[in-house]
């Protein structure tokens, strides 16, 4: 395990509990001990991790990082798999992949769609694109992170592609969650007493929205008799105005009202929510 910061620490961790046998390296040395009490294996040095193991299972902040850890042990890598589970961009995850060939080094690019104390559990999530014999030969180990590994597709950056699509909809989400409490205290109300109600609306209203747009997206055509982007337009401009007067920032909400109020200016009012993705996707 290379990098044991909050993520590569609790990735160590999951494995020891598995009872693999693990070598640790971090450029901080301090942050292995821990591990070494539960029973990991310390390396010296990255050569010493890089020769320790066959599977390399890296977690750093950034590519920019790996890159500084693994090039001067470039000549020992031929033949290792390498398992990248740092955070980057497709274009990142590409440029990497091409770089273990380069070092005659096997590829997987992966994300974690967890927090650290998450990993390891059945319903834990997990992104892969690369090289699919690599992921089919070392499925079970690269399991004991996360129950729920998919094998995106030969692409290296897929995974990354299927990372922040999914991020988009938790920190859009969560922000607008955090609109509507402060929305709440605004009036004193605590933010505790929509979360009753939080499952409902997500369930019935939230996903099927999300289904249902997916759907016209691929289909790319956006009727609607339900619920138009001419409605919506007027009722973002009503929650931008209703957060002022309550006191509070619009600010997690303008973006919005401008993209819906742009596509009913260019003459699609009547569609449907979905049609937002025209806007979103001009270049
Ligand atoms: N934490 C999460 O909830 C979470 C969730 C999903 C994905 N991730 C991803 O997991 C990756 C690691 O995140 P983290 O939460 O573990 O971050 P972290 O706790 O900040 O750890 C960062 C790691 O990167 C190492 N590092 C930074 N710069 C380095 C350099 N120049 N050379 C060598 N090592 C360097 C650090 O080593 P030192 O200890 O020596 O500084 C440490 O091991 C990131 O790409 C992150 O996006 C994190």
Same mark, same amino acid.
């Given at each position: 395990m290379i990098g044991l910061g909050m993520m590569g620490s609790a990735l160590a961790g999951a494995y020891l509990r598995a009872d693999h046998?693990?070598?640790v390296w971090n450029r901080s040395a301090g942050k292995a001990d821990a591990l070494v009490a539960?029973?990991?294996?310390?390396?010296?040095?990255?050569?010493?991790? !890089?020769?320790? $193991?066959?599977?390399l299972v890296a977690c750093v902040v950034?590519? =920019?990082?790996?890159?500084?850890?693994?090039?001067?042990?470039?000549? $020992?890598?031929?033949? @290792?798999?390498? !398992?990248?589970?740092?955070?980057? +961009?497709? #274009?990142?995850?590409?440029?990497?992949?091409?770089?273990?060939?380069?070092v005659g080094a096997h590829y997987l690019d992966g994300y974690l769609m967890?927090?650290?104390?998450? +990993?390891?559990?059945?319903?834990?999530?997990?992104?892969?694109?690369?090289? @699919?014999? !690599?992921?089919?030969?070392h499925e079970s180990t690269l399991r004991v992170l996360g129950g729920?590994?998919?094998?995106?597709?030969?692409?290296?950056?897929?995974?990354?592609?299927?990372?922040?699509?999914?991020?988009?909809?938790l920190w859009s989400s969560l922000?607008?969650?955090?609109?509507g409490f402060a929305l709440l205290a605004s009036e004193g109300v605590p933010a505790a007493a929509l979360t009753p109600f939080v499952e409902s609306w997500i369930t019935h209203v939230v996903l099927p929205s999300i289904r249902g747009a997916a759907q016209q997206v691929d289909a790319g055509g956006y009727a609607t008799t339900v619920s138009t982007v001419g409605l919506n337009a007027a009722?973002?401009?009503?929650m931008v105005e209703a957060s002022r007067s309550q006191g509070i920032?619009?600010? +997690?909400?303008?973006? *919005?009202?401008?993209?819906? =109020?742009?596509?009913?200016?260019?003459?699609?009012?009547?569609? #449907?929510?979905?049609?937002? *993705?025209? +806007? *979103?996707?001009t270049p």
């Open positions: 046998r693990t070598t539960q029973g990991a294996s310390r390396a010296d040095t990255i050569a010493d991790a !890089v020769a320790a $193991s066959d599977v950034d590519y =920019r990082s790996l890159y500084e850890i693994l090039d001067p042990v470039r000549e $020992s890598l031929a033949g @290792k798999v390498i !398992v990248n589970l740092t955070s980057g +961009v497709p #274009a990142d995850a590409r440029g990497a992949a091409q770089w273990a060939r380069s967890t927090v650290p104390p998450a +990993v390891g559990l059945p319903q834990t999530l997990l992104f892969y694109g690369g090289a @699919k014999e !690599v992921f089919d030969a729920n590994s998919v094998f995106l597709g030969e692409d290296p950056g897929t995974a990354s592609l299927y990372d922040l699509a999914l991020l988009g909809i922000a607008g969650a955090l609109h009722g973002l401009a009503t920032r619009p600010d +997690v909400m303008v973006p *919005i009202r401008d993209i819906l =109020r742009e596509r009913a200016a260019d003459g699609h009012g009547d569609e #449907a929510l979905a049609s937002m *993705i025209e +806007v *979103i996707r």
